[in-house]
């Protein structure tokens, strides 16, 4: 190996190898040398080749010289296979991103973002991080009939809660007039017109195939009424600049579609200005002036692709590559912007972060990390078929992260007081971590009366209070007597006693445990005040974040089992 390049292409050439158990693929190599020194992206002509040599070296190697070769030479690329690829799948290859791509997440400051963006953003942000190269936070808010001034910080606040690595801002509101200024060569080029026709009218023209008369106006004529627009003649849903497409394609929605009109309320909170692009004219332009390399969105923009391509077309722009994801039915939650923002300003919500919709600000009021969210996401990847997301996922992706960090404690919902006749003084000692000794234990005496989970102990003759002793319980009607039964466990597996959590009575705190479905009203240790703004694990019913602790109270939010 004479330089550094030619010895990173040789180990990740060895890498891709082990990792897939075949021989590797050139342009995987270079995209990873590149995307991880980007040192080397000036010297991208001579890397073809280079690439070529050490993967065909790789290639005739077998399996098991190609592991043994790794870990002589690079033992943190092995590592690193078995660390990572078990748990997070690798996404398809991108196509022309070996010398790095430019990405972009492309949001509408209407609200929060919710599960719907984090796809979106997270499997952009997957392959920049993959490929190497920039990622564009592009706020779409050239429609002022949908701008929140308060979702501005709230995007920002969600991608960086979600650990985008973003690189550059754009705010399509500081960009009108490049919309302008390329709006009026499309009219020159004769790919645009200014329409004044009613809209109902035009429906009627536009699906049976029939141009409308501002269609044959002169350049000139449209440039005069162009003008007009900028300069406030026409008032709002006067006037509309439309894209020349093709009146006989066979989709009705393709033909003729408008890229620029007026809005005089309400005032936009960022600019003075009432003409505005609509979404297919300024995402296009700005995919190409801002050098967008590869488009990752929704099935439901392949019809805005479409449309966007003849833009690209006029004006002899080479079009990025896009993919498109299939559909994402995503159940329990609210997810409609105008369907959070009515609840919201009725009093059914909280607020935006209100656990009942799908906002990321509501998940993470939950305990869910972003790292889940992102790795859920990766899970679900960018396959073209329709699927539901999976929450019973989100969660497993969530607990690998939270069980080893989460303290265990004692949560005693609709709890019953009671006394354990014949019970001597107990102090129980148990673990704040099962796995982690060193974390130590919290200490709960037993020493007169008790509280257990009503449910918990219903209709039952012997149970088994976790790390104390078991009781038997006898029923007076619906009051139980409970007395002391020893501490067996044998005798306890045999009775089939349960083991379940208690409080002491007089060493406790009341808790809400805040669910999607109903809350549950308990006690908890008193321990668990100190644990605001962590992840908890209330022992057999499940991981909570503690969200605050006002006036006594503790207030949790259920996250999963
Ligand atoms: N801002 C638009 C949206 O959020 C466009 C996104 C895109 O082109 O990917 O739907």
């Known amino acids: 190996m004479e330089n550094d390049i030619e010895r990173l292409l040789f180990i990740y050439a060895l890498q891709n190898a082990v990792k897939h158990n075949s021989a ?177 009218r035009f429906r009627e023209l536009k699906l049976k195939g029939k141009p409308c008369p501002c269609r044959e106006l002169e350049v000139e004529e449209n440039l005069e009424l162009w003008q007009q627009m900028l300069d406030g003649e026409f008032y709002e849903g006067d006037v509309t600049v439309r894209v020349k497409t093709d009146l006989a394609h066979p989709d009705p929605a393709m033909r003729d579609y408008s890229a620029m009109r007026i809005v005089n309320a309400p005032l936009h909170p960022r600019v003075d200005a009432t003409v505005f692009p609509l979404m297919n004219f300024s995402v296009a332009v ?31 722009w080479k079009p990025p590559v896009y993919r498109h ?89 609709d709890p019953v007081e009671v006394t354990v006749e014949g019970a001597p003084r107990h102090e129980a000692h148990a673990a704040l971590h099962p796995n982690d000794p060193s974390r130590g234990v919290r200490t709960l005496i037993a020493e007169g009366a008790i509280l257990l989970p009503r449910a918990d102990i219903e209709g039952r003759s012997m149970v088994r209070l976790k790390d104390l002793y078991n009781i038997r319980i006898a029923w007076d009607g619906d009051t139980p007597r409970v007395s002391y039964a020893g501490d067996s466990l044998e005798e306890a597996r045999s009775e089939k006693a349960p083991i379940i959590q208690w409080l002491p009575a007089d060493a406790k705190l009341p808790c809400t445990l805040l669910r999607q479905d109903e809350n549950l009203e308990g006690f908890c240790e008193p321990p668990v005040a100190g644990e605001t703004g962590n992840v908890v694990q209330f022992e057999r019913i499940g991981f909570a974040r503690v969200d605050s602790v006002e006036g006594g109270r503790v207030s949790a939010y259920f996250a999963h089992r």
């Open 24 to 200: 590797p693929k050139s342009g995987t190599v270079i995209g990873t040398v590149l995307g991880k020194h980007p040192e080397f992206r000036s010297r991208a002509r001579e890397i073809g080749p280079l690439a070529g040599k050490a993967v065909a070296q790789v290639a005739k190697m077998s399996a098991a010289e190609r592991k043994s070769r790794l870990e002589e030479i690079a033992p943190e690329l092995l590592a690193e296979l078995t660390e990572t690829h078990e748990h997070v799948r690798e996404l398809p290859a991108l196509e022309g991103a070996e010398n790095g791509v430019v990405m972009r997440f492309a949001p509408n400051p209407s609200g929060p973002l919710h599960l719907g963006h984090a796809r979106a953003s997270i499997l952009n942000d997957y392959y920049v991080k993959r490929y190497g190269g920039r990622y564009v936070l592009r706020v779409e808010d050239t429609d002022p009939k949908r701008v929140d001034p308060e979702a501005y910080g709230m995007v920002l606040e969600d991608v960086e809660w979600l650990g985008l690595g973003i690189t550059d801002i754009v705010y399509q509101s500081d960009r009108l007039e490049i919309y302008y200024d390329l709006c009026r060569k499309l009219i020159e080029l004769g790919g645009a017109y200014v329409c004044v026709c009613d809209s109902e």
């Open 286 to 316: 700005d995919d190409h002036l801002l050098g967008i390399t590869h488009v990752i969105r929704g099935k439901d923009h392949i019809a805005n692709t479409r449309r966007q391509r003849y833009i690209f077309d006029y004006f002899n």
């Open 325 to 413: 994801y299939g559909r994402m039915g995503i159940s329990g939650v609210v997810l409609s912007t105008s369907g959070m923002r009515e609840g919201i300003n009725s009093g059914l919500y909280t607020g935006w972060d209100d656990i009942h919709l799908g906002t990321m600000r509501a998940i993470a009021r939950r305990g869910i990390e972003p790292e889940a969210v992102r790795n859920a996401m990766i899970d679900i990847g960018i396959g073209e078929t329709d699927i539901s997301f999976s929450w019973e996922n989100l969660y497993s992706r969530n607990k690998e992260l939270v069980d080893p960090r989460a303290n265990r404690y004692f949560f005693v919902p």
